[in-house]
C-alpha cells in the first residue's frame, strides 16, 4: 500500500459515528466498522480534544473526523473469478470435515484470510465457499457470508460455517454462553511454570496499531494454557490454550503479558530464527458445540497440520505424539487441571 490519502468531515447532526461514514462513503457498515477498530478514524472535538473513536459513538454538531486511507485501498467488494481461486497455494487444502443442510465444519490451512477486509486484495475463504456454491448465511454482511467466528490468516484449524441465518442466530448465541468452543494447540519458545489461566482485558495497542495488547479499559478477556510436551532440548513446549471469551489475537497477546511467545509469531515477541518457521505456529484443534438445529452435542478435531506435526517429531518425544494431541486427553486435562 502507498500514498496516504486523508479524508476531513465537519459533522453537522448528531449522529453515530458508523452511521455518519455509511452515508458519507457510501459503503456497508460492516466496512465502516472495520475502518474504525483498525485505527483509520480519529475523531475531534470543536475545541480540538480527541475523542476514542468506537461504532456507537454519538457525535455532536461541529466534532471533526479525519480518515486515513492508503488510496489502493478498495471497499467494494472484489470479484474473484474460479481461475484466480484455483492458482492461490491454499485452494484445494481447504478440508470439509462435516457438512449437512445448516451449517459446514471445515479445516482451514495457514495463510488463507477467512474475508475480506479494506485492504485485503487476495482471494478469502468466504470467495472459495461462494465459487464451491455453497449456501451461506447473510446476516453477517457481503463480506463475511457464513462466519460466525474467525481464524487469524496465520492460523490453521478448525471453523463452523452457518449456512442458515436460523442456525447462525443460534451459533451466536452459543459463542455468547460458551456453549461452543475451541482448543488450540500452539509451541512456545518458553517453557511455562505451570498450568495458568489469564484474565486480562484486551484493546488495540496504544503505541502499535498491528497489534492487540493487555489495556485496562479494554474488554474482558479469559484464556486458559495447559502444559502438554516439552521438548527434548527443554527449549520449547507445546501447550493447549481455551478460550472463554473471543477477543482479536486473545491467545497471542495473553501469552505475551506471561512473556511467553508461538514460535513464529514476531509481532508478540518471538526472538528465534523465522527462516524456521513459516507462519505462526497455531493451530485450532478442537471445536464443541450444539447442532443449532438439533441440539445434538458435536465434538470435532483435527490433527495437527505437516509442519507442526514434523516440529514435534523432530524435537519431541516422537512416541509421545498420540497421547498428547489427542482431543480426550485434552478435555479429560482441562477439567482436572483448572
Known sequence: MSNLEKKRFEVDQAI??????????????????????KGYVQVFSSTNKEKKAKTGLKLQVDDVI????????????????EAVLEQTEWADKVKIVYEDTDILILNKPS?????????VKEPTLVDWLKLKGISLSTISGEERHGIVHRLDKGTSGLMVIAK????????????????????????????????????????????????????????????????????????????????????????????????????GDPLYGFKGKLDKF?????????????????????NFYTDLPQDMKSFYF?????????????????????????
Open 16 to 37: 453515530r459515528l458508523d452511521r455518519f461514514l455509511t452515508e458519507k462513503l457510501n459503503e456497508s457498515r460492516n466496512q465502516i466498522e472495520q475502518l474504525i477498530k
Open 66 to 81: 479525519e480518515l486515513s486511507l492508503f488510496q489502493e485501498d478498495n471497499f467494494a467488494s472484489k470479484e474473484i473469478d
Open 111 to 119: 495463510g488463507v484470510v477467512v474475508h475480506s477486509a479494506p485492504s
Open 164 to 263: 442458515t441465518n436460523k442456525a447462525h442466530e443460534a451459533l451466536s448465541l452459543q459463542l455468547q454462553d460458551k456453549t461452543m468452543g475451541r482448543y488450540y494447540l500452539a509451541f512456545i519458545d518458553q517453557v511455562l511454570k505451570e498450568n495458568v489461566s489469564v484474565e486480562k482485558p484486551i484493546a488495540r495497542n496504544r503505541t502499535n496499531r498491528l497489534k492487540m495488547g493487555v489495556v485496562n479499559d479494554g474488554k474482558y478477556a479469559k484464556t486458559s494454557f495447559l502444559k502438554l510436551a516439552t521438548s527434548n532440548n527443554e527449549k520449547y513446549e507445546l501447550i493447549a490454550a481455551k478460550l472463554f471469551t473471543g477477543r482479536t489475537h486473545q491467545i497471542r497477546v495473553h501469552l505475551e503479558s506471561l512473556h511467553r511467545h508461538i514460535l
Open 278 to 298: 513459516s507462519r505462526v505456529y497455531l493451530h485450532a484443534f478442537g471445536l464443541y458445540l450444539n447442532h443449532p438445529i438439533s441440539g445434538e452435542e458435536l
Open 314 to 338: 523432530d524435537n519431541f518425544t516422537k512416541e509421545t505424539y498420540e497421547e498428547k494431541v489427542d482431543l480426550h486427553f485434552i478435555v479429560h486435562s482441562f477439567n482436572n487441571s483448572f
